[in-house]
């Protein structure tokens, strides 16, 4: 897993988190766990008084256990990525680590791609100096409207 941080200022090379992935899709029941990993299962027990306290509705009539914002582009290979907490509009390409996708924080945004040709070439087009000034523009004059 990478932090919004680590993709804004390009440190996202080598995971240092590692998350939790209990289902593929937000609607997947998560108490398959149990038999697919019991280990993985007695730890969630293990801090579910934790994770019972979630609070956003986002949770509400969901599995236990459930995470919201999953889909089989979460799981793709290659990514291009782009930190929503930083002012300065880097696109980086995400790609996977020892044969397992990477998942980014809910402050990423990114586009997931096929190849890592595909992830290159988005990237190239979003950083490229007709991009940024597109979107500086675009941005800024929203803030000056306001």
């Not at 801090?47 to 793709?76: E, V």
């Not at 924080?105 to 096929?114: G, N, S």
Request: aromatic letters at 18%.
């Amino acid at each position: 897993m990478f932090k919004s941080s680590e993709v804004a200022n390009n440190l996202a090379i080598i995971p240092k988190r590692w998350m939790l992935v209990t289902q593929k899709s937000v609607r997947d029941d998560t108490t398959l766990v149990q038999d697919i990993a019991p280990k993985t299962w007695k730890y969630l027990l293990a801090y579910a008084h934790l994770l019972d306290k979630r609070g956003s509705s986002i949770y509400k009539n969901r599995r236990r256990f459930s995470m919201f914002g999953l889909g089989d582009y979460s799981f793709s290979f290659w990514k291009v990525a782009i930190s929503g907490f930083y002012k300065k509009l880097y696109f980086k390409v995400i790609s996977n680590y020892d044969s397992k996708p990477i998942v980014l924080d809910d402050t990423c945004y990114f586009i997931a791609c096929k190849t890592q040709e595909q992830a290159e070439y988005i990237s190239f087009l979003l950083n490229s100096y007709i991009a940024q000034e597109f979107f500086e523009s675009f941005i800024f004059g929203m803030l000056n409207a306001l």
